[in-house]
């Protein structure tokens, strides 16, 4: 199929026992899941026979998993023990993700906190993250995904056209890729809607990073209007973005291939609704 559509799921109590379960009820084709608390910095050793069921039923249904690293993560802090603790949790999450045979890690772009200069905190970004982009020399290593933010703060990366300068610190590494946010690029002042708003703005990203780095879509409609640089994630359909605006981003040749997953509200009605009808639009 063109896109694999499905969720982030809940794994308390197993990846694969509650994780996939639930993905099998909301008919899930990707999943993405937690490894650790993401509003914390414990980093929880996996269960090795859950590991491997997770695993193994993935493979068998077909379903690609992916990653969340934990919010915390902001390696343009300038505080020494967040910085240090960002390596220590993105480390552990790029593991974790190798051990359960997840595609790739999303990690947030983050912002220059304490009022230092923008190119300061980026270079902090090539201190930290490169190298640990440099550690991915396994065949079964996860690609790591940068997911651009609202906008909100001192964020390093909202625009299409903040991937450039990130990308570059980190040398275009062929590890690295891209999580594409709809909400969060719309919160940031893209309008996907009408007949060529999703275009343009993949074809900018596109035109920053090249082609092949979009690996994986956050597909989440916004509370918000366009630009209001507001977090706050819509079921599909029913947001300031629209379906329309997910019925081009599915025709867009740089979405061929790419999975879709939802991080909206609702419970298990509202994410069994959004699936179908991401379902509905890409067929
Ligand atoms: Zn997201």
Not at 149 to 170: H, I
């Amino acid at each position: 199929m063109r896109n694999p559509v499905g969720g982030h799921v809940p794994v308390a109590g197993g990846l694969a026992k509650v994780g996939l379960g639930y993905a099998r009820e909301l008919g899930a084709e990707t999943v993405q899941v937690f490894v650790a608390n993401p509003r914390g910095w414990a980093t929880p050793p996996g269960n090795p026979a859950e590991d491997e069921r997770f695993r193994a039923e993935c493979a068998a249904e077909s379903i690609s998993a992916w990653v969340h690293a934990p919010y915390l993560i902001n390696f343009g802090s300038h505080t020494e023990a967040t910085a240090e603790k960002s390596v220590e949790s993105m480390r552990h999450s790029l593991r974790r993700g190798r051990e359960i045979g997840a595609k790739g890690v999303v990690v947030h772009t983050g912002s220059a906190t304490g009022g230092r200069p923008r190119a300061e905190a980026l270079a902090q970004v090539r201190e930290l993250l490169l190298p640990l982009l440099d550690e991915l020399t396994h065949d079964d290593d996860p690609d790591l995904l940068l997911e651009s933010t609202a906008g909100q703060g001192f964020s390093l990366c909202s625009r299409a056209e903040d991937f450039g300068p990130y990308f570059d610190v980190l040398d275009r590494h062929p590890k690295l890729g891209i999580c594409l946010d709809t909400c969060h690029i719309f919160a940031a002042g893209h309008d996907l809607t009408g007949p060529h708003g999703a275009a343009q703005t993949l074809d900018q990203l596109v035109a920053t990073v090249g082609e092949g780095r979009l690996k994986l879509i956050h597909a989440n409609d916004s509370q918000d209007v366009v630009g209001a640089r507001k977090d706050r994630h819509a079921n599909i359909g029913v947001g300031h973005i629209g379906e329309d605006a997910f019925r081009n981003l599915l025709r867009h040749p740089a979405t061929a291939g790419v999975p879709l997953i939802i991080e909206t509200p609702g419970g298990t009605a509202g994410h069994l609704a959004d699936v179908e009808l991401l379902k509905k639009l890409r067929d």
